[in-house]
Each structure stands twice: as structure tokens, then as C-alpha cells.
């Protein structure tokens, strides 16, 4: 049984650059949730896709969105990348409505 | 901004010893929960524990949940080596109906076990 996977597991980008970050959930999982952990920090969470919809928003830019695709697996893009973008990228997958959310290795980007 | 703040930064034990790390939290909950990371990479799930429940264990884990006092703490009984990693509480107000649950991490406890 396949865990929550990611890719690429590493990407360096330039200011202003545009960047697609993949995800597929656990099997059988719907929901699909994004964070960002900055060095040295906690993750805090940028959304929650299920059903193809943003469903919950932390306080991220729109420069940050998401799509969710019809098999549950999602993508996070990040257009004008900042400095302050350089982070790492975990996803995490739960069962609509369960409160345990699995995370993903994780995607660290770099920008330059 | 991160609702949850760890207790303390860093630890630094030998292997055998007990580790405690404790979370504080500023509003109501419905769960409580406790992840580890290993080297900057994914969280692995520890335990939840629910805003009903004071205390609950799994193997060589105990958690106690105050929630008059708003805070939780994580022990690590006969720690190894292999628990060198940073663990984060993170807080969920629950699921809501089309707007689904986000979980809120604290900034993490970095556990050094020596061997």
C-alpha cells in the first residue's frame, strides 16, 4: 500500500520563476491538504483540496493555488517565486472527515 | 501564525533516560495531535488525542492533554537513539462541513538522544 508520495524531491528556481509541485494521496484517501515548513519552523498550512474544490485556506498569497485532479492526487503552483518561497513542501492525505493527515517525504525548493 | 508553542526548543538526553517536551495552545480544540520528523523530511503521526481524553499512551509514548490549561505534553520513556528527531504538536478544531479541518503545528522540540 502506497503512502503519500511527492515529486520532484528537490528544486532550485530563480526569483519571479513559476513552480508546480506534485502530490498523490494514500490509497483511498480524498482529501488532499498543503503546508509549508520554513527552516526551523512548524508547517503551517496553505489548503485543503476534496472534491476538486479549495475547501480551507490559511493565510498564504495568491500566488499560491492548487488544483486537485479527479483520482485525489493535487498540484501546488507557485507563481513570482520570493526568496521567502524557499521551503519545504509537505503534502498530507486523509479520509474526508478523519482527523489523521499523512505526509508525504516532502518537496524543498530553493529559490535564488 | 503557529497556535501551538513547544517546550523546550532542544533536548539533549542520553539513551535510556525519559524526554519530555510540552505544547501550549491558544484557543478551544477538538484533537490534539504529535508528529515526528526525522532530518527536515515528511511527519510521521504519533498520536491523537481528543479534547475528552486527559491521557493516552502507545508504546513508549504517554500524552496528557490539559485542557483548562490549554497544553499537552509528550513523554518518551527509555529514549534510543533512533528517536533523535524534532516532534511537533499540532492542534485541529475539527472537521467542518465543506471546509474540511487544517491542522495548526507549534514550532517543534529538537531531541537529541546520545547513544
Known amino acids: 500500500d502506497a503512502g503519500v508520495t511527492q515529486s520532484p524531491t528537490h528544486l532550485i528556481k530563480t526569483r519571479g520563476q513559476q513552480v508546480t509541485l506534485r502530490c498523490s494521496p494514500k490509497?483511498?484517501?480524498?482529501?488532499v491538504s498543503w503546508y509549508q515548513q520554513a527552516l526551523g519552523q512548524g508547517p503551517q498550512f496553505i489548503f485543503q483540496?476534496?472534491?476538486?474544490?479549495?475547501?480551507q485556506r490559511g493565510n498564504f498569497p495568491d500566488r499560491f493555488s492548487g488544483h486537485q485532479f479527479p483520482n485525489y492526487s493535487s498540484e501546488l503552483n507557485v507563481n513570482a517565486l520570493l526568496l521567502g518561497d524557499s521551503a519545504l513542501y509537505l503534502c498530507?492525505?486523509?479520509?474526508?472527515?478523519?482527523?489523521?493527515?499523512?505526509f508525504g517525504p516532502g518537496t524543498r525548493l530553493l529559490v535564488l | 501564525s503557529q497556535q501551538g508553542e513547544e517546550d523546550p526548543q532542544a533536548l539533549s538526553i542520553q539513551e535510556g533516560e525519559n524526554a519530555t517536551m510540552n505544547c501550549s495552545y491558544k484557543?478551544?480544540?477538538?484533537?490534539l495531535q504529535w508528529y515526528r520528523q526525522n532530518s527536515g523530511r515528511g511527519l510521521v503521526h504519533l498520536i491523537l488525542?481528543?479534547?475528552?481524553?486527559r491521557e493516552k499512551h502507545s508504546g513508549r509514548l504517554r500524552v496528557t492533554l490539559d485542557t483548562s490549561k490549554k497544553s499537552s505534553s509528550l513523554l518518551i520513556t527509555a529514549s534510543r537513539a533512533a528517536d533523535t528527531a524534532s516532534y511537533f504538536c499540532?492542534?485541529?478544531?475539527?472537521?467542518?462541513?465543506?471546509?474540511?479541518?487544517?491542522?495548526?503545528f507549534g514550532g517543534g522540540t529538537r531531541v537529541l538522544v546520545k547513544p
Open positions: 498530507a492525505s486523509s479520509l474526508l472527515g478523519q482527523e489523521t493527515q499523512y
Open positions: 490509497s483511498g484517501h480524498d482529501t
Open positions: 483540496y476534496y472534491e476538486e474544490e479549495e475547501r
Open positions: 484557543t478551544s480544540i477538538n484533537n
Open positions: 488525542i481528543r479534547s475528552n481524553e
Open positions: 499540532a492542534t485541529d478544531v475539527g472537521w467542518i462541513k465543506a471546509a474540511g479541518n487544517k491542522l495548526t
